[in-house]
């Protein structure tokens, strides 16, 4: 009502003031509706102005157009998320995403309107336009937005020309900033200083925050691996407020949540931060069990082979027991099979009674055929060797070649194994023999065994013939 009065009385005037008083109270009441009025910002949020080379790095004639292009129609736009983080933090970011006060239909039209070829439509839907420039490089360019409804998952938004209330929405005070094109940081929630001093905070209020999307437990982790420099410096009450919430997490989708668990086991602290989520309730609710194997992780992470890149699905794997446990894990997180297959491995050969200190013990399970690929089996091998923090063994495994086998397919038919499925069987079973000869057997000596396997598959003039039943 106080909105229609405000445009019936003006709507004679002369000149166009009263549009752009009638844009502050619009954005004043958005504020009152949509903020919390405890929420402490900047009103004026430009703390820095970068001009060091590595800010100059970043333009290059593709991003010089998009800009040119923007400023043509008159349309504000300014680097967001990630790659602000990361030019502060002195690191050229990897990628560019970009908040504009455009709407999507607008952007489509000046894009349009310059010949500016559009790809991956599907983010309109979200505010999100992706730009090809020059055949050369992809500008996602997103709308600025409120979340106006949010079920711990998904929220509906509503466009906003106000760029507080975008930064309000964001998960964490150092994902909330925005970089003009001049340099100018704009900062409104002290992410800056947050930034400067390696605090991971939310923005506003970290219980409202968390509810809205409760991945954003997750990825408090994952940021506090890549900005603190201290394993263990958490708030207190913000760690509180994450132990009452992870209950919400059963409902994040398993994608979602290996997306976000993989980032922070590969990143930094990644042991102490697993115990951390471990201490705060969160493992039932991601596929662990209640109480994970700690103890398992603890020695992993006290004998770890330095400077080599652990498979985020090796360290997982301490916190199991059992092959049981994996496979619960894997119904939660829906793996790929790559994943699935290599965590089998581990679990599997845990149990193993074989000598773990011979290389021999390793080089033959590299000719294991119960699980995943051959070419990926030797991979998994020596993920079990880093698991097993034996550092010689990996180093060896890993330099070492599989033989050349010395019997091929034909040469089976030549000997009466009928092809299909059983000649893989036959197959498996000759490199057994092999392995077991350190990989010495000659082609004749592996083929004078080849009797005997043929009598137990039950071969005969080359067909398998099945058992009469008794």
């Known amino acids: 009502m106080l909105i229609t009065r405000y445009i019936l009385k003006h709507h004679r005037v002369a000149n166009c003031s009263y549009l752009i008083n009638f844009a502050k109270l619009l954005s004043s009441n ?11 910002y900047r009103e004026d949020p430009v703390v820095i102005k970068l001009d060091n080379d590595l800010f100059k790095s970043i333009f290059t004639p593709e991003l010089d157009y998009l800009v040119e292009i923007f400023a043509k129609y008159k349309y504000e736009v300014r680097i967001a998320g990630g790659a602000v983080r990361d030019l502060v933090m002195g690191k050229k970011p990897t990628d560019l995403d970009f908040a504009t006060v455009a709407t999507p239909q607008e952007m489509k039209n000046m894009f349009d309107a310059e010949n500016i070829r559009m790809i991956n439509m599907n983010g309109e839907k979200h505010g999100t336009i992706t730009a090809r420039i020059n055949n050369q490089e992809n500008f996602e360019c997103t709308t600025l937005r409120i979340d106006v409804v949010t079920d711990g998952r998904h929220a509906e938004v509503e466009f906003t020309k106000d760029w507080l209330l975008d930064a309000n929405r964001r998960d964490l005070t150092i994902n909330s900033m925005f970089l003009g094109l001049d340099g100018s940081i704009f900062d409104y929630f002290y992410g800056y200083e947050d930034l400067l001093e390696r605090k991971v ?7 409202k925050r968390i509810k809205e999307d409760f991945l954003r437990i997750l990825r408090y982790f994952r940021f506090y691996g890549r900005i603190s420099n201290d394993p263990d410096k ?3 009450k913000t760690i509180q407020i994450i132990s009452n919430n992870v209950e919400g997490l059963q409902n ?5 949540i290996w997306v976000e668990l993989k980032k922070i086991l590969q990143g930094n602290y990644a042991e102490e931060l697993m115990l951390k989520m471990a201490d705060c309730g969160i493992s039932t609710f991601i596929g662990l069990p209640e109480t994970p194997n700690t103890e398992e992780f603890k020695r992993l992470k006290e004998n770890k082979i330095q400077n080599v890149d652990y498979n985020p ?8 027991y059992t092959p049981e446990d994996a496979l619960k894990l894997h119904e939660r997180l829906k793996f790929s099979a790559y994943e699935r297959d290599l965590m089998y491995f581990i679990m599997k050969s845990r149990e193993t009674d074989q000598d773990l200190d011979n290389l021999l013990t390793f080089q033959q399970m590299c000719l294991q055929t119960f699980i995943g690929k051959p070419k990926d089996v030797k991979e998994y091998v020596e993920e079990f060797l880093k698991f097993l923090c034996k550092k010689d063994l990996y180093e060896k495994l890993k330099e070492w070649q599989i033989p050349r086998f010395p019997i091929d ?9 009928p092809s ?7 197959f498996s079973k000759l490199k057994e023999i092999w392995a077991q000869n350190e990989f010495k057997s000659t082609s004749d000596e592996l083929l004078n065994e080849l009797p005997k396997i043929l009598k137990e598959l039950n071969i005969v003039d080359g067909k398998q013939v099945k058992k009469a039943r008794t």
């Open 252 to 256: 994040i989708s398993g994608e979602r």
């Open 234 to 236: 958490h708030d207190d």
């Open 201 to 207: 905070r939310f923005v506003g209020n970290a219980d």
């Open 30 to 40: 958005n504020r009152v509706r949509i903020m919390d009025p405890d929420v402490k």
């Open 409 to 417: 397919g034909s040469t089976l038919k030549q000997h009466g194994c």
């Open 420 to 426: 299909g499925k059983i000649m893989g069987t036959i």
């Open 313 to 320: 699905m090796t360290l997982m794997c301490a916190l199991l």
